[in-house]
Each structure stands twice: as structure tokens, then as C-alpha cells.
């Protein structure tokens, strides 16, 4: 496949990424315009970005690095919802208050693979 065929394929796939993004994003943000969505977009993609590093490390049997991004993913979703109001009372939503480690209980990836056996 030629470079300039990558390139196209790339810049469709792109397109369709950020016109989906941008669907949710604009229901779930209610300053659809200016710096808190920019700032919104950003905090979410650096959440999902951290549970993707843990997933990586939990795999590679690290739970020490894994549990370290999932906190930060846990706090940057945090201050998503606190900066797009989700804590107010009619919305039943609240923020995180615990770290992810006192919600899910690591294991290591041993003993995962002997529970699926």
C-alpha cells in the first residue's frame, strides 16, 4: 500500500473518530463551545488514555504502574465531572471519592489466568 493510501485511509478514519467524539461530547458538556469543551475533550482522552496504559500493565504484570493509571484516570474523569457541573443535585451524578485501588482489587496476572481455566 502506497504512503499517500495510508495517509487517506488515516485521514477518514480520523474524520469518523472526531465526528463521534464530537456527537457524545456535545450531549454531555453543556458549554458546547470555547475552552471548557476544549478542556473537557482533553481531560476525557487523558482518562481513557490512562485506563489503557493500566490495561497494558496489568498485562505485563505490573500491578504497581497499573494501579498508578487507573488512579490518574480516576482523577482526571473527576475534575471532567466537577468542571461540567455533574454534581449538582438534579443531574444525580457525583465525583469519584475514592482511589480505584480501594474500589477494584488488583490481582496479579497469574492468578487471573488460573480463575479463567
Known sequence: MSQSKKCSIYF?????????????????IKESEGQIYCLS????QMSQSAKEL???FVEKDDPK????C????????????????????????????KKFS???????????QEKDV
Open 70 to 97: 487507573f488512579n490518574e484516570s480516576v482523577e482526571w474523569e473527576a475534575i471532567f465531572f466537577i468542571l461540567n457541573d455533574f454534581d449538582k443535585e438534579e443531574q444525580k451524578l457525583s465525583t469519584p471519592k
Open 54 to 56: 493500566g490495561n497494558r
Open 12 to 28: 477518514e478514519i480520523n474524520e469518523k473518530v472526531r465526528k463521534a467524539r464530537s456527537k457524545w461530547m456535545y450531549r454531555l
Open 41 to 44: 475533550k482533553h481531560l476525557m
Open 102 to 112: 480501594d474500589m477494584f482489587k488488583l490481582t496479579n496476572k497469574k492468578e487471573a
Open 65 to 68: 504502574l497499573a494501579e498508578e
